[in-house]
């Protein structure tokens, strides 16, 4: 149990464009689901919290108008990127929990290349 | 600034011994802690939970959480090859479903 799928598990796009990442929990009902983002050799950092049918908690630094998060039912969260540039290329990591618990479990990530 | 700090490693264990991994935090207010493993290029996967002090055992994973010192450790017995990772430690605070993450300990099992 406790599965969360991502899609598309990598990307690559031009500079300038939008990219739509999919998060998924596929046997469970996520009330919060969270995206990371992980750069090479480092840490995960959060970037925000989202929960079903509100408005996506951002952390300090992460622009709402760069990254938009929609969590539109209980088991879909989606991220865009929209006008992605190379310093956006990383991996991108959500999780989900469900109600009445603080686990989080993680998608595959989805791997953001630039050009 | 709340704070989870491991030790980057790596920690280097021959096969068949214990791995034993520590992680500390700063939020007194901590109310879960977490183990993650992470394979390099994929994402964390969770591989035990603690809420109490003392200690949680799960197979080969054992656990270890003292509120007083602010440490959760984790023991890995019979460590294999496929146990070479890196181990995340993350807290989550009290009044929030934020996880602080640490760095990460790098673990190399050798065969």
């Known amino acids: 149990g406790a599965v969360v799928s991502q899609h598309p598990s990598w990307v690559i796009c031009k500079s300038g464009t939008s990219v739509k990442i999919e998060c998924r929990s596929l046997?469970?009902?996520?009330?919060?689901m969270f995206w990371y983002r992980q750069f090479p050799k480092q840490s995960l950092m959060l970037m925000a919290t989202?929960?079903?049918?509100?408005?996506?908690?951002?952390e300090q630094g992460v622009e709402k108008d760069k990254f938009l998060i929609n969590h539109a039912s209980l088991t879909l969260s989606t991220l865009t990127v929209t006008s992605a540039h190379p310093e956006d290329s990383s991996f991108y990591i959500c999780?989900?929990?469900?109600?009445?618990?603080?686990?989080?479990?993680f998608g595959p990530g989805t791997r953001l290349t630039v050009l | 600034q709340k704070e989870v700090e491991q030790n980057s490693g790596p920690l280097s264990v021959p096969e068949g011994a214990i791995a034993s991994l520590n992680c500390t935090y700063s939020?007194?207010?901590?109310?879960?802690f977490f183990w993650y493993r992470q394979y390099s290029g994929k994402s964390p996967e969770l591989i035990m939970f603690?809420?109490?002090?003392g200690d949680k055992e799960d197979g080969r994973f054992t656990a270890q959480l003292n509120k007083a010192s602010q440490y959760v450790s984790l023991l890995i017995r019979d460590s294999q090859p496929s146990d070479s990772a890196t181990y995340l430690c993350?807290?989550?605070?009290?009044?929030?479903?934020?996880?602080?993450f640490g760095t990460g300990t790098r673990l190399k099992v050798l065969a």
């Open positions: 046997d469970f009902q996520a009330t919060t």
């Open positions: 603690i809420y109490s002090n």
């Open positions: 939020d007194r207010g901590s109310q879960s």
């Open positions: 999780s989900a929990s469900q109600r009445g618990s603080d686990t989080q479990y």
């Open positions: 989202s929960n079903e049918g509100s408005k996506a908690t951002y």
């Open positions: 993350a807290v989550r605070g009290g009044g929030t479903y934020k996880y602080i």
